[in-house]
């Protein structure tokens, strides 16, 4: 019944803008890290951002200095500005969390949101 549900993704041209969200919803008693992977056919997902129940984040290398990151924790939702997109930046993008769920400690996956950065 615990849950990660991205939203925002689409098509956007070169130098737009897009901001994702993901939001746990369940049984949610805390959320460590959260943060966003990003897939292309043919390769493994890597790391585009995350950020921690602190407020610590840590940045993919392509997208540092584009993309902010950002949670609301009353929410239970984390956010992705993404500014300046590049066709480099297509990819499904995947929310990933890591905390207390229900009664147990869990990593999740959400299903993913599909980014187009095309002319």
């Known amino acids: 019944q615990v849950q990660l549900v991205e939203s925002g993704g689409g098509l956007v041209q070169p130098g737009g803008s897009l901001r994702l969200s993901c939001a746990a919803s369940?049984?949610?008693?805390?959320?460590?890290?959260i943060g966003w992977y990003r897939q292309v056919p043919g390769k493994l997902r890597e790391l585009v951002a995350t950020i921690t129940s602190g407020g610590t984040t840590n940045y993919g290398g392509s997208v540092k200095g584009r993309f902010t990151i950002s949670r609301d924790n009353a929410k239970n939702t984390v956010y992705l500005q993404m500014n300046n997109l590049q066709p480099e930046d297509t990819a499904v993008y995947y929310c990933?969390?890591?905390?207390?769920?229900?009664?147990?400690?869990?990593?999740?996956w959400g299903q993913g949101t599909r980014v187009t950065v095309s002319s």
């Open positions: 990933n969390a890591d905390g207390t769920f229900g009664s147990s400690w869990r990593v999740l």
């Open positions: 369940g049984s949610v008693l805390s959320i460590n890290a």
